[in-house]
């Protein structure tokens, strides 16, 4: 595990690396700039601005101080928040960010795991068929589009939720469920199938043979070998929470770190979208190393393989 684990990390260094520069490129390439909408301002004004944040002197000179500044932790000014430092912009909007990205993962799971199981013990049944009709009508619809569905039914007609805002306990629902439903249904097909696959397995004939209950072979022998597809998929699940979070913090308006990002791009806020990149970046490497530690954990031949 500790080979692993500094395996990892290892690799990690080069993949900041390289998306901090991807990033730093494309801003610069990108049309436009951080000033340009600045209204009434006279051009030796706007000289000085450029002045003050070293986008007067050539891009070379520019990414070797942006190196430098990221090696000391250091992200910079916003160029649209005067008095305002990158890092504390991202620490006003993550809580909220991470919050939604985290009910929506417990929604995922709470709801796609049983309902996998459940389809696999009704193979071939109406209850499987159900499960995953559910499961691709969630696949096939994007955040975007059952985030106005759900809007339009339970805050519109029915008025049970509020449509904008974060601040009581009701408003995270509608979020949480746009973002979490997507996933719920991923998981279903990975937890049918890798029931399906185990309850074949020899072990489980003879956990049978030797008169174990059937709640006990599909909880204690079944379950744990076949969320191993559904751990697997936790990475890419959790990068997934966390790109679709800035869709749905835009719909529902809300105070988090994706629509900070949202309007800094928009506004070619140039430190503040290469801070909340590099967070994010710094953030799903972190959950795809959690997701190799599990199943390191779960499949000790998986830790042996990456050794």
Same mark, same amino acid.
Not at 2 to 24: K, S
């Given at each position: 595990?500790?080979?692993?684990?500094? +395996? +990892?990390?290892?690799?990690?260094?080069?993949?900041?690396?390289?998306?901090?520069?991807?990033?730093?490129?494309?801003?610069r390439l990108a049309p436009g700039g951080p000033f340009d909408e600045e209204v009434e301002v006279p051009d030796e004004i706007r000289a000085q601005m450029a002045a003050h944040y070293g986008l007067d002197q050539p891009l070379p000179l520019q990414y070797l101080r942006f190196l430098g500044n990221l090696l000391r932790g250091d992200l910079g000014p916003s160029f649209k928040y005067p008095g305002w430092n990158v890092h504390e912009l991202i620490a006003q909007g993550i809580p909220v960010s991470l919050e939604l990205g985290l009910l929506a993962m417990i929604v995922a799971f709470a709801l796609g795991i049983p309902a996998g199981i459940i389809a696999a013990l009704c193979h071939r049944r109406i209850g499987d068929s159900a499960v995953m009709l559910f499961a691709l009508l969630g696949i096939c619809l994007p955040s975007f589009v059952l985030a106005p569905l759900l809007l339009l039914v339970f805050s519109s007609w029915l008025g049970w939720f509020?449509?904008?805002?974060?601040?009581?306990?009701?408003? +995270?629902v509608l979020p949480m469920l746009t973002l979490g439903l997507f996933y719920a249904a991923y998981?279903?097909?990975?937890? +049918?199938?890798?029931?399906?696959?185990?309850?074949q397995q020899d072990y489980i004939r003879t956990a049978r043979a030797k008169g174990a209950s059937e709640h006990r072979v599909i909880l204690i022998h079944a379950t744990r070998?076949?969320?191993?597809p559904v751990v697997t998929f936790l990475g890419p699940a959790f990068a997934g929470v966390i790109s679709g979070s800035f869709v749905i913090e835009t719909i529902f308006f809300l105070p988090g770190l994706g629509t900070q990002f949202v309007n800094a791009a928009l506004n070619r806020d140039y430190t503040m979208v290469m801070g909340t990149v590099l967070f994010y970046a710094?953030?799903?490497l972190a959950f795809n190393l959690l997701a190799d530690l599990i199943q390191a954990w779960l499949q000790p031949k998986t830790r042996d393989a990456n050794r």
């Open positions: 595990m500790r080979q692993l684990l500094l +395996r +990892r990390l290892a690799q990690a260094i080069p993949t900041i690396w390289v998306i901090a520069t991807l990033t730093f490129v494309l801003l509020q449509p904008l805002g974060w601040s009581t306990a009701g408003d +995270r998981i279903a097909r990975l937890s +049918r199938s890798g029931m399906l696959e185990v309850l070998t076949a969320l191993y710094a953030l799903i």
